[in-house]
């Protein structure tokens, strides 16, 4: 039912994006440090930040003065983040059952930017068909769509306390129907389309409270799983995935967009802007 109701309500939800979403600033075209000097103080939380992409993000976003909270399993390995300024918080993805407790400890804490970076290809030689192991399956699973999933659920309160509150789920080329020309990599094929199903429940469904959800694609990156053969330096993915960020508008949510800022489901020739559900799978 329409009524004066509804027209207050999407009055007040007007408002509200006028109020946190300031439109000059978050421009595509301004440069990142401008972007971010709005940003500073802000917090982000990136998962499996001890290497990797992960990595690259806490040593960027902790070096532009941006409050970083970096989760991996084993904090106490230390490695390349404890030389960086950030708290270092331990998170196992594959404890969904922790995260209730996790999200305790930062109660009250706002929360601007929720990187689901973590993320498993699971193991190549059953990945293929004829050799697809089920268990490796609900593994890599778990960790790139569960676990980013009931993350968002239980740090939501978080993210509603800021003022322009964004998620970010690390999701791949490799989960779009439409660049699947090469076949196999079932586990982690399905795995990154169930991740963008995902994305897009969560823009509709956290609209209403200001929370804008997209799934990146990193590119290829020289990572640990990228491989040494991987075409984009991890800063330079890195980089471009941060100006993707500060560059989101509400009408933004739900896109699956690449760390050069195309879009991901129509390729290089279409619209950067076309969304996530214009997804039809060939
Ligand atoms: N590299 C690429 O070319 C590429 C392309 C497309 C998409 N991506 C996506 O980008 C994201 C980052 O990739 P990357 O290249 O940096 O991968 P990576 O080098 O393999 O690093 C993966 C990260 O995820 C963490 N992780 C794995 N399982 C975890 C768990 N159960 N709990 C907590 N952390 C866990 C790892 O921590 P441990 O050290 O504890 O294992 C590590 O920090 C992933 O979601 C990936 O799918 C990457």
């Not at 990187?115 to 293929?128: F, I």
Request: proline residues 5%; hydrophobic residues 40%.
């Amino acid at each position: 039912m329409t009524g004066i109701g509804d027209s207050l309500r999407d009055k007040m939800l007007k408002i509200k994006h006028v109020v946190k979403i300031p439109q000059t600033g978050y421009n595509r075209g301004a440069c990142l440090e401008t972007i971010e000097r709005k940003n500073a103080m802000s917090t982000v939380l990136i998962t499996g930040a001890n290497r990797g992409i992960g990595l690259e993000f806490a040593r960027q976003y902790s070096a532009a003065g941006w409050q970083v909270i970096a989760t991996c399993r084993r904090p106490q390995e230390g490695g390349a983040l404890e030389t960086l300024p950030v708290e270092i918080r331990p998170l196992d993805m594959t404890d969904i059952e922790s995260f209730p407790a996790f999200a305790a400890g930062l109660k009250g804490r706002p929360m601007d930017l929720l990187l689901n970076n973590a993320g498993l290809y699971g193991l190549e030689e059953r990945q293929s068909l004829g050799r697809v192991d089920v268990a490796e399956w609900q593994r890599v699973m778990m960790v790139d769509v569960f676990a980013p999933l009931k993350l968002v659920e239980n740090l939501i309160d978080n993210l509603a306390l800021s003022e322009r509150p964004v998620v970010g789920n690390l999701s791949s080329k490799m989960g779009s129907m439409a660049d699947n020309t090469s076949g196999g990599i079932y586990l982690y094929r399905s795995a990154k389309a169930a991740l963008n199903a995902v994305s897009k429940s969560l823009a509709v469904d956290l609209r209403a409270r200001g929370i804008l959800v997209v799934a990146l694609h990193p590119g290829w990156v020289k990572t640990d799983m990228g491989g040494p053969n991987a075409l984009i330096p991890v800063d330079v993915s890195v980089t471009g995935l941060r100006r993707v960020i500060a560059g989101l508008t509400p009408a933004d949510s739900g896109r699956f967009l690449a760390f050069d800022g195309h879009d991901v489901v129509r390729g290089g020739r279409a619209s950067p802007h076309a969304p996530l559900d214009s997804f039809s799978p060939s």
